[in-house]
């Protein structure tokens, strides 16, 4: 069959004010123990105020703020040979358990929940199951209860693309200021390796037709949101011999056609997930890959590597999910939104990130001043706050940093099992957590016992509390400058 012919430029190549603070500070809910790294002196004003309480859409917000996602939108009009519609849209986040599918009003009642409680809480997304363009009916009706009753809330958006050149226009209306879009390639000979149908125009296509469509209407959705100004963010899951190498042709695309962020993630794909790559073998790639591709990308269009590919009904900073404590059946049936916690929480925010920028300006000028080279992978368990205020025990993931003398740069995170049950340490999650963390040459969290440190040390990585609840970057610089400062010493905390 034929595709269509589109024209289109594509085709040429519970909480008191004392609370928030802590919970500011810590980066977590009082109640228990947790893109771009742009900041303000590096950005257009205007960009910096679009992205500057977006968790995805900035690195150094997503220390501070929070996402939501309603499950609206089961149906799509495609199909990814790493998906078997039994779990949510895995372009937008991994395999897991389904989620609790939500009629519009009951997904107005699930937002009003989290946002009276969550304060954190600065963006609703909606990602799936499905596909948030082709299932537009309930993504809209969501959308504008939403921003009726919560006008502040900021409006995401997650798709395939192929329905997305239809609803742009209703996008920009609506007032949806940051839209994804997964682009796993821009050549359909490696797209039908990827995709075996889509449905489009009331018919379905295979085969090589069928990645040309898709191809032409994600490259022309995406001018159209660059055009009206709309931030837009391309995903690409990373499919080790099928589409690792192109994504660099991938990446150049979408920079030329004004894609804010590109958004390498691993493909998750096991046997038991039945999706086609899991039943044919296919891997993911491994961290040391992923890392390795997404810096053959600098330089091109600017790169995301903080997402935790997270679920259609995630709900909290990036790294927790909160999701399970705001099911439909927890939450009354009627509720008016009460925004005064995320509003406290919001002025103490303003007040510590100026804190903050600066520490981090003045750890980039200390690492420039030292004149020996070197590199250091540093991974820092944190509840969010921009601190360094987990326990190594407690620890479900760790953020990773490069230092050098050119400055910290975020470059991606560790799931583990946290090592510490009750009060016990478990020696077979210490095991898992080690293999994490290959690679990394210190650790960095709030407290560490002796146990787990002797262990991590015989494994050649290096653990240490004394930079507990710092900053994390200023504890990066002053490990730095005694790693390779003239004063350089060994490190003995
Ligand atoms: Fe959700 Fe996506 Fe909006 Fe963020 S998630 S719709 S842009 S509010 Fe974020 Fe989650 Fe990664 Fe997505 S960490 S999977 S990038
Ligand atoms: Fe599955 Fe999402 Fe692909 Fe649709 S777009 S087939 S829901 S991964």
Not at 37 to 56: F, G
Not at 167 to 172: G, Q, S, T
Not at 175 to 201: C, L, Q, R
Request: hydrophobic content about 40%; charged content about 20%; proline content about 4%.
């Amino acid at each position: 069959m034929s595709a269509p012919i589109i024209s289109l430029k594509s085709l040429s190549s519970t909480t008191s004010a004392g609370q928030l603070l802590t919970i500011a500070k810590s980066g977590g809910c009082a109640s228990s123990s947790c893109g771009s790294s742009s900041t303000p002196t590096d950005t257009d004003s205007a960009i910096w105020e679009k992205i500057k309480d977006h968790p995805c859409f900035s690195e150094e917000a997503h220390h501070y703020f929070a996402r939501m996602h309603v499950a609206v939108a089961p149906a799509c009009n495609i199909q990814c040979n790493y998906c078997n519609r039994k779990y949510d849209c895995a372009n937008e986040s991994r395999p897991g358990v389904v989620s609790e599918k939500l009629a519009p009003d009951q997904a107005l009642r699930k937002v009003i929940a989290v946002a009276n409680e969550v304060p954190q809480l600065s963006v609703l997304g909606i990602a799936g199951p499905g596909d948030a363009c082709y299932d537009w009916n309930k993504t809209r009706a969501t959308f504008e209860r939403v921003a009726r009753e919560i006008p502040d809330i900021k409006l995401c958006i997650s798709t395939n693309g192929l329905a997305l050149p239809e609803h742009v226009d209703e996008l920009a209306e609506m007032n949806i200021s940051h839209v994804t879009i997964t682009i796993n390639m821009v050549d359909p000979a490696v797209g039908e390796k990827i995709y075996p149908w889509v449905f489009y125009g009331h018919r379905r296509y295979t085969g090589i037709d069928a990645a040309k469509i898709l191809h032409e209407q994600q490259m022309l959705g995406l001018e159209m949101l660059s055009e009206r100004g709309i931030l837009t963010k391309i995903n690409s899951v990373m499919i080790p011999g099928v589409n690792d190498q192109h994504l660099i042709e991938v990446n150049k695309w979408v920079n030329e056609r004004g894609a804010f962020l590109h958004n390498v993630m691993p493909l998750i794909s096991e046997p038991a997930h039945g999706t086609r790559f899991g039943l044919t073998g296919q891997r993911g790639p491994n961290p040391l890959e992923l890392k390795a591709l997404q810096d053959r990308l600098e330089g091109g269009a600017k790169l995301m590597r903080h997402c935790r590919q997270c679920r259609a009904d995630a709900v909290g900073l990036l790294g927790t999910d909160r999701g399970q404590e705001f099911t439909l059946d927890q939450i009354p049936l009627e509720l008016g939104y009460d925004g005064s916690k995320r509003y406290a929480y919001r002025e103490v925010v303003a007040r510590i990130r100026d804190d903050h920028i600066a520490a981090k300006d003045q750890a980039i000028t200390t690492l420039a001043s030292v004149s020996t080279r070197g590199s250091l992978q540093v991974a820092v368990a944190t509840k969010g706050g921009g601190r360094i205020n987990e326990h190594f025990g407690h620890a479900k993931e760790f953020q990773v940093y490069e230092a050098s003398q050119t400055g910290i740069k975020f470059v991606g995170h560790r799931k583990v099992e946290a090592y510490c049950h009750g009060g016990w340490g478990e020696d077979a999650a210490l095991s898992g957590i080690i293999a994490a963390l290959a690679g990394i040459d210190i650790v960095l969290c709030a407290k560490v016992g002796d146990c787990p440190k002797k262990q991590l040390m015989e494994a050649g990585i290096r653990a240490t509390d004394a930079f507990g609840y710092d900053y994390i970057e200023a504890a990066i610089s002053a490990l730095y400058i005694t790693e390779y400062g003239s004063d350089s010493s060994e490190l003995t905390a």
